[in-house]
């Protein structure tokens, strides 16, 4: 009966774990680009060449790419993607 008590706890304990450790990844990752401006441009000129395609900087395509490019996990280019569009080019879909 004890085991059932604690899986809500072990859970929840996985989890901070998880977003901790996303979020101490991604400073060195934000702070990378805004010490790089001009990643920074060449990120929002291939955001706007997609957009111009019909597809979204937020897209599977779009993050892809920044993730191959970069040498990034999904997940790091997603994050690198919102915040590039976020601070340097907030008029791309």
């Known amino acids: 009966m004890a085991s059932h008590r604690l899986l809500p706890s072990l859970a929840g304990l996985v989890l901070s774990l998880s977003f901790s450790g996303a979020y101490a990844g991604a400073s060195p990752l934000l702070e990378s680009v805004k010490q790089n401006k001009q990643l920074a441009q060449q990120l929002c000129g291939e955001f706007r060449k997609l957009n111009a395609s019909g597809q979204k900087a937020h897209g599977p ?22 915040y590039v569009v976020g601070m340097y080019c907030p008029e791309v879909r």
């Not at 191959?68 to 690198?80: H, M, P, R, V």
């Open 61 to 82: 395509v779009a993050v892809r790419s920044t993730a191959a490019s970069q040498g990034l996990s999904t997940i790091d280019a997603e994050i690198l993607n919102t």
